[in-house]
């Protein structure tokens, strides 16, 4: 039987299962040398003896079976919890314990729960601390501390982070009372701005009740962890002189320092200091830094990174072996066009890419700077930030060593680059035929991929497929871009020119774009529409999509008369069918293998489109497209009339090119995906892997020696891997931050105002409509007059787009959400930061998408 009571100097102390987070982490630093005061822990086997009870357990299981919004019910339940456990009694052989153990004294009483101070939360300020407590009263506070299991803030901190109940137990730290003359909190790392070489201390007279309560107001410090110096001491309000010396202040940030090298992590460090010595009472993860991404090699100097994520308007984590492969995808972009410097980065599941040497020249970091401007205007803001409050993150020593790019080091480093963009666009300009030609680049791409395609499926052995499928994959760069840049920037540089030359119709450019036969994804989203046209045929269909949660395929093959539409469906899929949402995320099922998300367009589009076919859609696009190239050459000077011609068939023309790689690109990642779940089947069978799904958590290198050898997996945790990836994925990522930690925020130069948030205008018009937070576009739908509201889009939401204006805290004018929603004549403000929380599902809105403002109406 475990033990009741275990000293903080035994070595079973250190196990978070008997002594929980905080008491384990108490008594590995006091066994390592920290100043850890005397004391002991009353281990999980009183919490498990106590909660022994059926009547307890019948709480605890109502409790885990609670509706999460029911609060008033869980409330209830969690008191009756803790007046059951209150009222137990405490063991005889614990009280001995404790009196041979414990000499008398004032103790702190303080809950230990087996997941507090854990990297995943570390339910600060949830469970029950008693300070002061004399030998005799011991038993009550003990108690206290473990019914705070169930306090209300305990409960609802658990059902926010999606941590089960059931598990859970709790421990309980008896430490004797430092007599404080001076106390406070000193977190390793600045727990506002993420950065690790900065330290800041909270401190107080005594114990720190007041600053506690909110009755005093504490000193604040910040501290340079390299040296030890001051930067900053701010005197609390309701005192004229500091509480701690510069001395102390160095010598709490080298204890807080060694504390985190201990655990692995920046920690927030309670102390105390009583004639001048310094004690450690606890310590606990600071569980909202985001990781600083790790780069190879690692470099000295200060770097500055921004999310891959952001950029592809998919800024959720990844699994290792995704991670793995795009961060060897750009490093073969950066070797294609002949940049030297590595730049990919990887932290909390995220790519990150090293923008360092193209922001230590003003002149390149301006021009860095206007493009985020476009494509994802916060970033360009937390850029703007980093360089006025932290210039020495950017500053790099003249000379050509320095790794700094100025003008011409620029241009001799990126010319491969330039001239791959640029070096075709005079053809493309003068090209007469601008649809003709964007019809045999299309079939280009189509058979360069069915090439590709072919040598992947010629491999037989799942190791083999897998390593052509990456190999694939990384030589796909030769023929996605290259035929790519020259139609593109001409159609761009023409709906510029457009703009200039009829400065007074410039909105009308943006209706040039609707109904573009040759964009992959309007066909796309057409036939989606021309999908529903077809349910609608079949009454027995149309009822079963539209009337409750959306049927699978199977539920409509038992329908009479589905045979139209499951045919109609099927030729979809095997077009689209390699297509999905967040798609770069090659872990995420295809169309092909999960057809809800098109299914739950499908239904929407029967509920909002009542009378309406596609092809009056496409008629209407196509009349306003018609309508705004009419009024650019009715606006012209009649000497320009003919060049505005020109530009708008140029515009038009090769606009449709813009979704044509990353098209390409969908089929290889959906063979690459089908590669290696084979691998994970194989592995699986050849118990290395538990389960297939698993392969996801391995790199590239494991999953091909595993394929040669099973052994060498043998030593991987799959199971940390799982946790860590689940962790990752409730992380927020910042678009930039740099090899300090230091997150810079983003200052927008129009800052918002109650009811006014400011993003950047993707698609002109102004629309009122209810907001719809979608956070599963699998099985969300979005109904007439609804705004969608979302964190990010990609290629998979775009169906959904047909039925709303859009809203999105990512994103930029060019990125593909802004580009869809400018083709379907959608109102669309992105890059609005928090617009998800902002932004209440239901709530009556305003989307200016010229302006980029959306304002809450009610």
Known sequence: MPPLLLALDAPLATEPSLTGGKGATLARLRQRGFPVPDGAVVTTELFDRVTDDPAIERLRDRLERAD???????????????????????????????????????????????SEDSPDASFAGQYETTLGVAGGDLAGAILACLASLFSDRAVAYRARNDLATAA?????????????????????????TGTRSVSVIDAGRGLGEAQVSGTATADTLRVDRTDGSVLAYHVGADRTDPVLTDRDATALVRIAARIEDTLGRPQDVEWAIADGEIAVLQARPITALYPVPEREPPGGDVRVYYSFGHRQGMPE???????????????????????AERFGATAGGRLYIDLTAYLTSPWVRDRLVRNLDIVDRPAANALRTLSEDHPEAIASPAGPGSGGLGPLRTLRSTWPLLRAMVGSIPGSMLDSTPAATLDGIRRQYTDAGDAAIERIDAAEAPAERFTTAGRELESAIDWLLDPFYGPLLSAMLAGAALRRLVPEEADSVDALALGIEGDVVYRMTRQLGELADVARESPAVATALTDGDTPSRADLAALDGSEAFLDAFDGFLSTYGFRAIGEIDVSRPRYREDPTPLLTVVASTLETRAGTTQNDIDVALRARA??????????????????????????????GIRELPKFALARLLA?????????????????????????????????????????TLSGIDIAGRRREFERDRRLTPPRIITSTGYVPP??????????????????????????????????????????????????GWTPLFVNAAVVTEV????????????????????????????????????????????????
């Open 68 to 114: 999460e919004d029911d609060t008033p019910a869980r409330r209830a339940i969690a008191a009756d919890l803790r007046r059951a456990i209150r009222d137990r009694s405490v063991p005889a052989d614990l009280r001995d314990a404790l009196t041979a153990t414990l000499p008398d004294g004032p103790y702190a009483v303080r809950s230990s729960g087996t």
């Open 168 to 192: 859970l137990s709790m421990a309980v730290v008896v430490q004797r009372v430092v007599d404080a003359d001076v106390s406070g909190i000193c977190f390793s790392a600045d727990p506002l």
């Open 317 to 339: 984590a990844m699994p290792p072996l995704v991670l793995d492969i795009w961060e060897t995808e750009v490093e073969f972009v950066r070797e294609h066009f002949g940049l």
């Open 626 to 655: 018609g309508a705004a190239e009419t009024r650019l050459i009715r606006a012209a000077p009649a000497p320009v009339a003919p060049l505005v011609r020109r530009l708008i068939r140029t515009h038009r023309g090769y606009l």
């Open 671 to 711: 063979e690459l995906r089908e590669a290696a779940l084979a691998a994970g089947d194989e592995l699986t069978g050849r118990g290395a892997l538990p389960d297939a799904g698993d392969v996801w958590l391995l790199t590239v290198a494991e999953v091909t020696q595993g394929l040669s050898d099973p052994r």
């Open 746 to 795: 983003q200052r927008d130069s129009e800052p918002a105002a109650d009811r006014r948030l400011h993003g950047t205008g993707a698609a002109p018009g102004v629309v009122e409509g209810t907001a719809t937070v979608v956070t599963d576009p699998r099985t969300q739908r979005v109904g007439r007059g609804d705004v969608l509201v979302a964190a990010y889009t990609d290629p």
């Open 811 to 858: 994103g930029g004018r060019l990125t593909h959400g802004s580009l869809v929603a400018r083709e379907y004549g959608i109102p669309a403000v992105v890059a609005v930061d928090g617009a998800t929380e902002a932004l209440a599902e239901g709530s009556r809105v305003r989307v200016d998408g010229t302006n980029g403002v959306v304002e809450i109406l009610e």
